[in-house]
């Protein structure tokens, strides 16, 4: 009895493997807007209605490629973290391999980054799920600032006062232990960063951005100063 439900749980795995490469290939193709349970079953030869054994719904689908998609992002981010903690490399270093890593995904994957960091999908709204797996790459940047702040200490940013009360909040919800003053700016760095990456992968830097390996670079060096990573 083992053996066949050990076979139909492998049989599972890569029927489930296959609806998602097969709808990945969709979004490349048409975007998630468009992305249909019928035209992924017509193209693995299924009928719909086997399907939706696997994936009850569009959402459904599209959950678990958001899913996917951060989760590897989230690894990328945290193998880059871990390697530069490993060699010894001081915070400024860590948090741009961290950048690094998350730019290279980007760049790797378009299609999957425009699901998770482009426009929203028209009637799609994404269940709690998603937030672990969202927060990855910032949980490493928010990693990274931490163990600077036990060590060596970091730059307070300024504050405007309008602005404690949230940040104080925010410190509370996601960056326990860190000054408000840095949790502030770690937000703004964290969206900055996104921007970057974006505004490459969808087309503002053209013509207008060259050397794009150093431009990224040089900015998240100023983002690490502006959350108040120490030099060296």
């Known amino acids: 009895m083992s053996t066949v439900r050990g076979a139909r749980e492998r049989a599972r795995i890569e029927v489930t493997a296959a609806i998602k490469d097969e709808a990945r290939r969709r979004l490349a193709e048409e ?27 569009r959402d459904d689908l599209l959950t678990a490629l958001i ?87 970091l730059a307070l940013p300024p504050l405007p006062a309008e602005l404690r009360a949230e940040a104080e909040r925010m410190t509370a919800d996601f960056a326990l232990e860190l000054p408000p003053e840095v949790t502030a700016a770690l937000v703004a760095a964290w969206a900055q960063v996104v921007g970057l990456v974006s505004f490459e992968l969808f087309g503002q830097f053209n013509r207008v951005v060259e050397g794009r390996d150093a431009f990224f670079a040089h900015s998240a060096g100023q983002l690490a100063h502006a959350v108040g990573l120490p030099v060296l």
């Open 31 to 57: 975007g998630a807007a468009k992305l249909s349970l019928r035209a992924v079953a017509r193209e693995l030869g299924m009928v719909s209605s086997a399907l939706y054994r696997y994936f009850p719904s």
């Open 67 to 153: 899913i996917d998609a951060y989760d590897s992002v989230g690894a990328a981010a945290e193998a880059a973290g871990a390697a530069a903690l490993a060699a010894g490399e001081p915070p400024r270093a860590r948090w741009a391999a961290v950048c690094g890593a998350f730019r290279a995904w980007a760049l790797a994957h378009p299609h999957e980054y425009a699901l998770i960091y482009g426009s929203p999908v028209p009637g799609y709204s994404a269940p709690q799920d998603t937030i672990g797996p969202a927060s990855r790459v910032a949980n490493v940047l928010i990693g990274v600032v931490r163990s600077a702040h036990e060590g060596r200490g």
